[in-house]
């Protein structure tokens, strides 16, 4: 276990008394961990806001803030409470124990705390941070940060609600055409760095891709997190797509590469959001009509010869500041109703 642990481990050490504060400081020290050492855990949860640690070790009994009330207000942090902590106290008794641990606590060590017992308790919770970090970082890069803060807050579980968004759709013009013309490491590089374009226009104005299929891709906003003029963020990021692929194609056509176009659709109204699957295999999506209406609008772009529509509701939240060409009521595939559909110019 100890070949797990980090060379130079950054521990915060809370402890009221000044002797048991050097004595315990040089025993972690001695193991080649850095330790800043508070005496209150009113300081310790200001330090632990500025920096972050790889551990706590945190005493019960100090005066103001003690030990407990500190393991409640790291529960309730969402940014804090993934700290590792470990309780070191003179405190007797197995119900004090059970309840460090039920406030989140990883272990629980008796003063005067024994030094073999302390580097093995370490070393087993720097194992567990690993494990967490690990799978938070594949929870990242599989389900995006958005989703991961979610299940990280809310917890995992299938079902939806009700959350007003707006949805885009995009994919590239001719992309069946041009796989046939490209072999298939070239294909795979050119939607890389299209995708890592079409992800900073899309993450820089709060949205959140949802899904990729091939050469297209759904993004939410508004969901997980409520964002705040989601329709304007939507269209702002739609048009800096289009600038950035139009780039993106003049650099591969100067290369001898192909031209690169895009169509992008937005609607916006309620969606239903949540987890869909089964509890072994789940993913973080949107349905419902505004979803539907988004797709059959990224479509039309083909036939209108125009590269964002909205619709009506989309329409309703923006400003002057946008520039729109009313293209009527249209007939969207799949749709009973006409909807009413703008270019954004």
Same mark, same amino acid.
């Given at each position: 276990?100890?070949?797990?642990?980090?060379p130079?481990?950054?521990?915060?050490?809370?402890?009221?008394?000044?002797?048991?504060?050097?004595?315990?400081?040089?025993?972690? $020290?001695? &193991?080649?961990?850095?330790?800043?050492?508070?005496?209150? %855990? /009113?300081?310790? /949860?200001?330090?632990?806001? !500025?920096?972050?640690?790889?551990?706590?070790?945190?005493?019960?009994?100090?005066?103001?803030?003690?030990?407990?009330?500190?393991?409640?207000?790291?529960? *309730? +942090?969402?940014?804090?409470?993934?700290m590792?902590?470990?309780?070191?106290?003179? &405190?007797?008794?197995?119900?004090?124990?059970?309840?460090?641990? !039920?406030?989140?606590?990883?272990?629980?060590?008796?003063?005067?705390?024994?030094?073999?017992? /302390?580097r093995a308790?370490?070393?087993?919770?720097?194992?567990? @941070?690993?494990?967490?970090?690990?799978?938070?970082?594949?929870?990242r890069?599989?389900?995006?940060?958005?989703?991961?803060? +979610?299940?990280?807050?809310?917890?995992?579980?299938?079902?939806?609600?009700?959350?007003?968004?707006?949805?885009?759709?995009?994919?590239?013009?001719g992309?069946?055409? /041009?796989t046939? *013309?490209?072999?298939?490491?070239?294909?795979? $590089?050119l939607?890389?760095?299209?995708?890592?374009?079409? #992800?900073?226009?899309?993450?820089?104005?709060?949205?959140?891709?949802?899904?990729?299929? %091939?050469?297209?891709?759904m993004?939410?906003?508004?969901?997980?997190?409520?964002?705040? %003029?989601?329709?304007?963020?939507?269209?702002?990021?739609?048009?800096?797509?289009? $600038?950035?692929? *139009? !780039?993106f194609?003049? !650099?591969?056509?100067a290369? %001898?590469?192909? $031209?690169?176009?895009?169509?992008?659709?937005?609607?916006s109204? +309620?969606?239903?959001?949540?987890?869909?699957?089964?509890q072994?295999?789940?993913?973080?999506?949107c349905?419902?009509?505004?979803?539907?209406?988004?797709?059959?609008?990224?479509?039309?772009? @083909?036939?209108?010869?125009?590269?964002?529509?909205? +619709?009506?509701?989309?329409?309703?939240? &923006?400003?002057?500041? #946008?520039?729109?060409?009313?293209?009527?009521?249209?007939?969207?595939?799949?749709?009973?109703?006409?909807?009413?559909?703008?270019?954004?110019?």
């Open positions: 276990m100890a070949e797990c642990i980090p130079s481990a950054q521990v915060l050490l809370v402890e009221d008394n000044r002797v048991n504060r050097l004595l315990l400081s040089r025993q972690v $020290e001695q &193991l080649g961990h850095v330790v800043q050492a508070v005496e209150d %855990g /009113l300081k310790a /949860l200001a330090v632990l806001r !500025e920096r972050r640690f790889d551990l706590m070790l945190l005493d019960i009994e100090m005066p103001g803030l003690n030990g407990f009330q500190v393991l409640e207000q790291l529960t *309730a +942090d969402p940014e804090l409470r993934e590792p902590v470990i309780v070191t106290s003179g &405190l007797d008794g197995l119900v004090n124990v059970v309840r460090c641990i !039920e406030l989140g606590a990883e272990d629980y060590l008796h003063k005067p705390v024994n030094p073999v017992l /302390l308790r370490i070393a087993a919770s720097f194992e567990k @941070k690993r494990l967490r970090d690990q799978q938070r970082e594949l929870m890069r599989f389900a995006t940060s958005a989703v991961a803060q +979610d299940v990280q807050r809310s917890g995992f579980m299938l079902g939806g609600r009700l959350v007003p968004a707006s949805v885009l759709f995009c994919d590239i013009r992309f069946t055409t /041009l046939e *013309a490209l072999p298939p490491e070239e294909v795979i $590089e939607l890389n760095t299209y995708y890592t374009l079409m #992800f900073d226009a899309i993450g820089a104005q709060g949205g959140v891709v949802n899904q990729i299929i %091939g050469d297209g891709l993004a939410i906003f508004g969901a997980p997190q409520p964002l705040e %003029g989601h329709a304007k963020c939507a269209v702002r990021a739609a048009l800096e797509m289009v $600038e950035m692929a *139009a !780039e194609s003049r !650099e591969q056509q290369a %001898g590469g192909p $031209e690169i176009r895009i169509g992008v659709g937005i609607a109204g +309620d969606v239903v959001a949540g987890y869909t699957g089964t072994e295999r789940a993913t973080y999506t349905v419902g009509d505004t979803v539907n209406r988004a797709a059959r609008l990224e479509v039309c772009t @083909k036939e209108a010869q125009r590269a964002v529509l909205i +619709d009506g509701a989309t329409r309703e939240q &923006l400003d002057a500041g #946008f520039e729109l060409e009313s293209l009527g009521a249209q007939q969207l595939k799949g749709k009973t109703q006409a909807v009413e559909v703008f270019a954004v110019l």
